[in-house]
């Protein structure tokens, strides 16, 4: 398997926090379709390992924004004490780049959902 080197990820707080749909939990890791192929990613320690289904590249450190510059993002949203709890509870946590279309699928099934609930619909 090929491997990132990562600084403040949490692969499993990312993916399964609710902000995103795409990723389905799958042994050690996850998988994803939407990508223009599927994606296995798994989380040891520091990297991330990830296997593909084609040679063609996948922007990872764009899908998990890992270039973000999370010390400093988290700096200027701690000013509410619901942040600062949130961040707490958290603190590795990014916020992923979703495809449009399935990001978009998503957003239209969470009308009135809980996210249980989005990740069946998204699954059918």
């Given at each position: ?20 749909f795409t ?16 994606v296995?990613?798994e ?38 004490g ?8 958290a603190p ?8 449009f279309?399935?990001?978009l ?8 959902k ?9 699954s059918?």
């Open positions: 398997m090929k491997h990132l080197k990562l600084e403040r990820f949490n692969l499993v707080d990312t993916v399964e926090c609710g902000q995103t990723w389905v939990r799958e042994g050690e890791g996850y998988i994803n379709a939407d990508l223009g192929q599927a296995y990613v989380q040891r320690g520091n990297a991330l390992f990830y296997e593909t289904s084609s040679s063609d590249a996948v922007p990872l450190r764009s899908v998990f924004r890992l270039e973000d510059p999370l010390d400093e993002i988290q700096r200027s949203i701690t000013q509410d619901i942040m600062q709890q949130s961040i707490a509870f590795d946590l990014r916020i992923i780049h979703d495809p279309f399935p990001c699928i998503s957003f239209m099934c969470s009308t009135c809980n996210i249980p609930a989005i990740h069946r619909m998204m059918n």
